[in-house]
């Protein structure tokens, strides 16, 4: 049976005989390979007598086909195309088509041709707009730039809130988000005030309302953000409260700017702390241990010091369980464990060392980095 293999390497011509398989390839200097004596010539069909390789009395073996040797392998610089050029064109390709997208979906709009686009919208882009402003208008507070709204463009805004339909109440939640940022709290907080105090107020445009007020920084809002901290009825979720207290915070900080630490000496500071003690035995954990470590870090105040220590535990943090009964996630703890390093370190300075110290060897990064911190700061302080 002759055999040729599809990557060209070399034909064998195979004879079956009774002593076993003798091949030659057709290549010089090849050897032959011989096992037991006896066998079939495949071209006749017959059973030979055994025969040695010189011949016998079966006679000869027919002469074996020969072919050209393989051809020698190719060198680099022809496998170069092949195995690095052309796939390197493939990614850079992939790359630019990734990029190019990627600047047709990045939204580079103004805050006036967002407006614009709005009052100009309908249905589902109109709400996009009213997200894409809203967004904006909060990225840029964080990184410290101030985009703030003119009068005429909060006036527009303001009256895009007012009439917004009823079928449409994602995008008025937008827009009051974004009236909170809209740096015209004189034209903006009068009517966040008003929303607010209406009753049966959806859950989520509640929920954007105390975020706006917080947002706008105005000491006007101080007073209704603490009062919604207290409400429990089914129109306020945990998150609108929570969302209440750092509005508070957020306000507080712009009217002490620098001074984080020294809240106590602000004119409506014993009105918070006071509303605020009361919180730290709130039944919904994320109220309590927020309070407790705003008191701590902001006021110097230890009414929520024994729930920090608690939370310096890791088998206390594993233990805990919330909606559904799911218990807290890995980057959820190690938040939770920094704040409360931090507010312990707040009320007890240079006698938080020896657990500072403890933590450098924590399990997590996270946890290790801001007790290394902390202790650079007792450093300077001491």
Known sequence: MRFCNPFKCKIFRFYLRADGVTFVTGVDGDSGLTSSRGGTDPDKGENEPSTDRQGGSGGALADAVSVPPRKGGKTFLELFPQLFLFPLLIVIVMVLVWVFFGAIAQDN??????????????????????????????????????????????????????????????LKVFLVVALGRCGQPQLAVPFLLELLSRKNLPMELRQATVRGLGLSGDRRAVLALLGDVDRTDVSTNWQSRWEAVAGVVNILLRENPGEEQSFKR??????????????????RREISWTTA???????????????????????????????????????????????????????????????LVEKQTDRSLAVRGKALRLLERLDKET
């Open 293 to 355: 470590f705003r008191l701590a870090k902001h006021f110097g105040d230890d009414s929520g010091e024994a729930i920090l220590e608690n939370i310096l535990s890791w088998d206390f943090l594993d233990k805990q369980r919330g909606d559904n009964n799911r218990g807290l996630t890995v980057q959820e703890k190690e938040l939770w464990m920094c704040q409360a390093l931090e507010g312990l370190h707040r009320l007890r300075g240079a006698e938080l060392r020896n657990v």
């Open 266 to 283: 602000d004119p409506q500071a014993r009105v918070v702390v006071e509303k605020w003690k009361s919180m730290v035995n709130d039944p």
């Open 109 to 170: 709009r103004g805050v006036t041709e967002l407006i614009r686009d709005i009052q100009a919208g309908g249905g589902h882009s109109r709400m996009q707009d009213a997200k894409a402003l809203a967004d904006l208008l909060v990225a840029k507070q964080v990184v410290g730039e101030d985009p703030y709204l003119g009068a005429a463009e909060t006036r527009r805004l303001l009256q895009l809130a007012e009439n917004t339909p009823s079928g449409e109440g994602q």
